[in-house]
């Protein structure tokens, strides 16, 4: 169960670094849902917390702006993958309500969850920075606002899915993995056409 919170959390990270950092600090910090291990617990600290809030509230209002939604991207692709790692490896060393034994995993080398926290939101944050330009192009930057709220929405619905169900988690990754392609594959045949 901790490596499916953990492929939420990481997977959450890809599309917004801050909403899976936040929460699983705000969760350790305020209610019994999640217990960070003593190497995570930073991200239970009042100052970490205040310091991702705010850059949390420039990544929302940045991201809704076309244009500037790449360049936010663009810094986003260092950033994403770094969070993905912190919360993959918290979220499979953390006690949360879905994990019985947590540490199992992590105890077996504390770099691999990390690893595969990084790649994990690594790859959901480059599609993001590959469809979102192609998308503010063909839609004059309408775009931007509405893909940017969605992106949010889903990054809010996995982390509490990958705490609360992360089975749960995996099938909502997995539908927007389908939706993904699925929008691909149309703009592909209105571009063709």
Same mark, same amino acid.
């Given at each position: 169960?901790?490596? +499916?919170?953990?492929?939420?959390?990481?997977?959450?990270?890809?599309?917004?670094?801050?909403?899976?950092?936040?929460?699983?600090?705000?969760?350790?910090?305020?209610?019994?849902?999640?217990?960070?291990?003593?190497?995570?617990?930073?991200?239970?600290?009042?100052?970490?917390?205040?310091?991702?809030?705010? +850059?949390?509230?420039?990544?929302?209002?940045?991201?809704? %702006?076309?244009?500037?939604?790449?360049?936010?991207?663009?810094?986003?692709?260092?950033?994403?993958?770094?969070?993905?790692? %912190?919360?993959?490896?918290?979220?499979?060393?953390?006690?949360?309500?879905?994990?019985?034994?947590?540490?199992?995993?992590?105890?077996?080398?504390?770099?691999?969850?990390?690893?595969?926290?990084?790649?994990?939101?690594?790859?959901?944050?480059?599609?993001?920075?590959?469809?979102?330009?192609?998308?503010?192009?063909?839609?004059?930057?309408?775009?931007?606002?509405?893909?940017?709220?969605?992106?949010?929405?889903?990054?809010?619905?996995?982390?509490?899915?990958?705490?609360?169900?992360?089975?749960?988690?995996?099938?909502?990754?997995?539908?927007?993995?389908?939706?993904?392609?699925?929008?691909?594959?149309?703009?592909?045949?209105?571009?063709?056409?």
């Amino acid at each position: 169960m901790e490596l +499916l919170t953990g492929f939420g959390l990481a997977t959450a990270a890809g599309l917004n670094a801050y909403i899976p950092l936040l929460a699983l600090g705000l969760l350790s910090r305020f209610t019994d849902l999640v217990t960070l291990p003593q190497g995570w617990a930073w991200l239970g600290n009042g100052w970490v917390m205040a310091i991702v809030a705010a +850059l949390l509230v420039v990544e929302v209002v940045a991201d809704k %702006i076309p244009a500037l939604d790449s360049a936010n991207d663009i810094v986003q692709t260092f950033v994403r993958p770094t969070a993905g790692g %912190i919360v993959f490896g918290s979220g499979t060393a953390a006690q949360t309500s879905a994990v019985a034994d947590p540490g199992a995993f992590a105890q077996s080398g504390q770099w691999v969850p990390v690893v595969i926290g990084v790649i994990t939101a690594l790859t959901v944050s480059l599609t993001k920075s590959t469809v979102r330009p192609v998308a503010n192009v063909a839609t004059a930057g309408v775009a931007a606002p509405v893909l940017s709220t969605l992106e949010d929405i889903a990054s809010i619905a996995l982390v509490f899915l990958a705490i609360l169900v992360p089975v749960l988690a995996v099938v909502a990754v997995l539908a927007l993995v389908w939706a993904a392609v699925r929008l691909v594959r149309r703009r592909r045949r209105k571009t063709t056409a």
